[in-house]
């Protein structure tokens, strides 16, 4: 577990984070009805590479073989670019992080190539509001239990699930680290929240139930009964006051 102490670590994990955040922008304006999925991978890499002392901390990382994460419909998490062409109305989660003078910043979106259903429109919203409400459980004194209550009694009370197979983490040296951070929970237990920790939260929300299968090459992680998915995602510093958002513009 890395706990920041100095002016000097956050600011680099902040600037690990604004990197993160610009490049998803990017991704986010080139998903559309006709690209390769592919073609997002190669930009994450193509951009990443305007930094210096950054690189895409996914390719390689358990020998997985992209710069970043491209999930789509059904996918939750861990989908490797390919010849897969977007459809109009897919929903697309873009899951990318970049160590920057050895420090880490990983986030996540889910964005629609086109049009997307209203189903689906309101999926993503829902994963993006269940990160808020997460983040706003994260403070000093806290506890862990306290994240995943937040994040799980949102997601249900709208009739949604939490995917529970895979969860957030903590990050900072390196890209996971203790402790995992689960989207479900309960107020009060788990370990006690201190400033300086760094946390990656990352609802995955599926509007099925939450489990899961992984597809047969070993990395794509889809919902077991076919259905969407949402995927959102930041890193945050646990400041006196509450959470820092890391991964901003």
Same mark, same amino acid.
């Given at each position: 577990?890395?706990?920041?102490?100095?002016?000097?670590?956050?600011?680099?994990?902040?600037?690990?984070?604004?990197?993160?955040?610009?490049?998803?922008?990017?991704?986010?304006?080139?998903?559309?009805?006709?690209?390769?999925?592919?073609?997002?991978?190669?930009?994450?890499?193509?951009?990443?590479?305007?930094?210096?002392?950054?690189?895409?901390?996914?390719?390689?990382?358990?020998?997985?073989?992209?710069?970043?994460?491209?999930?789509?419909?059904?996918?939750?998490?861990?989908?490797?670019?390919?010849?897969?062409?977007?459809?109009?109305?897919?929903?697309?989660?873009?899951?990318?992080?970049?160590?920057?003078?050895?420090?880490?910043?990983?986030?996540?979106?889910? /964005?629609?190539?086109?049009?997307?259903?209203? =189903?689906?429109? *309101? $999926?993503? %919203?829902?994963?993006?509001? &269940? +990160?808020?409400?997460?983040?706003?459980?994260?403070?000093?004194?806290?506890?862990?239990?306290?994240?995943?209550?937040?994040?799980?009694?949102?997601?249900?009370?709208?009739?949604?699930?939490?995917?529970?197979?895979?969860?957030?983490?903590?990050?900072?040296?390196?890209?996971?680290?203790?402790?995992? /951070?689960?989207?479900?929970?309960?107020?009060? =237990?788990?370990? *006690? $929240?201190? %400033?300086?920790?760094?946390? &990656? +939260?990352?609802?995955?929300?599926?509007?099925?139930?939450?489990?899961?299968?992984?597809?047969?090459?070993?990395?794509?992680?889809?919902?077991?009964?076919?259905?969407?998915?949402?995927?959102?995602?930041?890193?945050?510093?646990?400041?006196?006051?509450?959470?820092?958002?890391?991964?901003?513009?």
């Amino acid at each position: 577990m890395t706990v920041i102490k100095s002016a000097e670590e956050i600011a680099i994990m902040r600037e690990a984070g604004r990197i993160v955040a610009t490049i998803l922008q990017k991704l986010r304006e080139a998903v559309k009805p006709g690209i390769k999925t592919r073609d997002l991978n190669d930009l994450a890499g193509k951009q990443v590479g305007k930094w210096s002392f950054a690189r895409a901390s996914f390719k390689g990382y358990r020998n997985f073989p992209a710069s970043v994460c491209v999930s789509v419909n059904d996918e939750i998490v861990h989908g490797i670019p390919g010849n897969r062409v977007l459809k109009e109305g897919d929903l697309v989660s873009l899951d990318f992080g970049v160590i920057y003078r050895g420090f880490q910043g990983d986030a996540a979106i889910t /964005v629609g190539a086109g049009k997307v259903s209203q =189903e689906a429109r *309101k $999926l993503m %919203e829902v994963a993006e509001a &269940a +990160l808020a409400k997460g983040i706003n459980a994260a403070r000093d004194g806290g506890y862990l239990g306290d994240i995943g209550a937040a994040i799980q009694g949102y997601v249900e009370s709208g009739g949604y699930s939490v995917v529970r197979e895979y969860s957030g983490h903590g990050i900072g040296r390196e890209m996971h680290e203790d402790p995992l /951070v689960p989207n479900f929970g309960r107020k009060g =237990e788990g370990i *006690k $929240l201190k %400033e300086g920790m760094t946390l &990656a +939260l990352e609802p995955m929300v599926n509007i099925g139930n939450w489990k899961t299968r992984i597809n047969a090459n070993g990395w794509t992680v889809h919902t077991a009964d076919g259905s969407l998915s949402a995927h959102f995602e930041h890193t945050v510093a646990m400041r006196k006051d509450g959470a820092e958002i890391l991964t901003l513009l």
